[in-house]
C-alpha cells in the first residue's frame, strides 16, 4: 500500500500563489504516476496534474495549464502543486494520488491511492 500525506493548504486571495506538498511513503517503489485532483462542494473530482514518478512528464487540467506547476522530489518521495495567479474558482479540496500502473491516465478511476486532502479556497 502507498500511504500519501498532503499539505499546505489555506486560504488565498486572487492571484496570490500556494503551494501544495505530497509526502509518499510505504510502497513507493511501486508508484509510476503521482497526480493532482480537486474537488468543490457539488462537482466532480477533477484532475489538475499528473507527473511520471521516474522520469517526469507532465500533463496538466486544461483550468490549469499556465498557473500551475507540479514537481517532484524523489529523494524526498514527495510531489508538489505550485499555484500561481490563483482564481476564486480553484477553491476546492485538493487530493493527492497515485498509481501503481505504467497507463498514465488522467480519471480518478486511474489512480488507486489517494490522500485526505488539503482544502484551498480563494478569495475575490
Known amino acids: 500500500q502507498v500511504q500519501l500525506i498532503e499539505s499546505g493548504g489555506g486560504l488565498v486571495q486572487a492571484g496570490a500563489s500556494l503551494r501544495l506538498s505530497c509526502v509518499a511513503s510505504r510502497r513507493t517503489d511501486i508508484i509510476y504516476n503521482m497526480a493532482w485532483f480537486r474537488q468543490a462542494p457539488g462537482n466532480e473530482r477533477e484532475f489538475v496534474a499528473r507527473?511520471?514518478?521516474?522520469?517526469?512528464?507532465?500533463t496538466y487540467g486544461d483550468s490549469v495549464k499556465g498557473r500551475f506547476t507540479i514537481s517532484k522530489d524523489n529523494a524526498k518521495n514527495t510531489v508538489f502543486l505550485q499555484m500561481n495567479s490563483q482564481k476564486p474558482e480553484d477553491t476546492a479540496v485538493y487530493y493527492c494520488?497515485?498509481?501503481?500502473?505504467?497507463?498514465?491516465?488522467?480519471?480518478?478511476?486511474?489512480?488507486?491511492?489517494w490522500g485526505q486532502g488539503t482544502q484551498v479556497t480563494v478569495s475575490s
Open positions: 507527473i511520471g514518478w521516474i522520469s517526469g512528464p507532465t
Open positions: 494520488a497515485a498509481d501503481a500502473s505504467p497507463v498514465a491516465g488522467t480519471r480518478k478511476q486511474d489512480f488507486h491511492y
